[in-house]
């Protein structure tokens, strides 16, 4: 059964609040879907998913318009009330069945082994606890279920990458809704234990200034198989 939707009923407590910040992204990410070619990294990262899939960290819901119609149903996961509002009214145009619900990527409010998919979409920026909350990838996930994954994080040379970890000791985080520049998703991935698929390393916008944002990787992961005896 699918978590009540955020427009439907009686809300729990919200575990992340960032309503500056969430007004903030809510115009800048429509805007990038053309400027910045967004909507293409969208087709591409739901590119041929089918079944029930769970998607963290909806933001306001620009995912849902390209999930091919495989797909049986969505339960999109938003812990950031605006955000949250503006993905039900995503979900209302959506073409295949969309359910949001509040809650947090380290304790998801849904049972193991539910779902055939899980989509990560620049969601592991910010999350308090990486391990914990690809843990919970794992658990929601069945055995042989699938990762898609599009994440910015740790990336350029050494300038660079001392920007992003000085950034964010400092001003990034508070400044963008708990967003870590230096992160990497890949390892994080690998070291919970999925199986790595193709992935690519993109950079967003990819054509214009390098910025300690741009540093992006797009790509597919697998929960194992149990080891046969």
Request: charged share 25%.
């Amino acid at each position: 059964m699918a978590p009540r939707s955020a427009g439907s009923g009686k809300m729990s407590r919200d575990p992340v609040h960032h309503p500056l910040f969430a007004r903030y992204y809510a115009r800048v990410s429509v805007a990038a879907e053309t400027r910045m070619g967004m909507a293409g990294v969208r087709e591409r990262l739901l590119a041929g998913l089918s079944g029930r899939v769970l998607e963290i960290g909806a933001g306001n819901g620009l995912n849902f318009s390209h999930y091919p119609r495989a797909v049986s149903e969505v339960v999109a996961i938003e812990p950031e009330r605006r955000l949250r509002q503006l993905a039900v009214e995503a979900a209302l145009r959506a073409e295949v069945p969309v359910d949001v619900a509040p809650g947090a990527a380290e304790a998801l409010p849904v049972k193991s082994e539910a779902f055939d998919a899980v989509v990560i979409s620049l969601v592991l920026c910010s999350v308090r606890d990486v391990p914990r909350a690809l843990g919970e990838v794992r658990r929601v996930l069945r055995p042989g279920g699938v990762v898609r994954f599009f994440e910015h994080g740790r990336g350029g040379g050494p300038a660079m990458r001392f920007t992003q970890r000085a950034l964010d000791r400092t001003l990034w985080p508070p400044l963008s809704g708990g967003c870590h520049l230096g992160r990497d998703p890949v390892a994080a991935l690998r070291a919970a234990g999925f199986e790595l698929g193709p992935y690519r390393r993109v950079l967003m916008p990819e054509k214009g200034p390098t910025l300690p944002t741009s540093f992006c990787v797009l790509g597919t992961a697998w929960r194992p198989l149990p080891a046969e005896r």
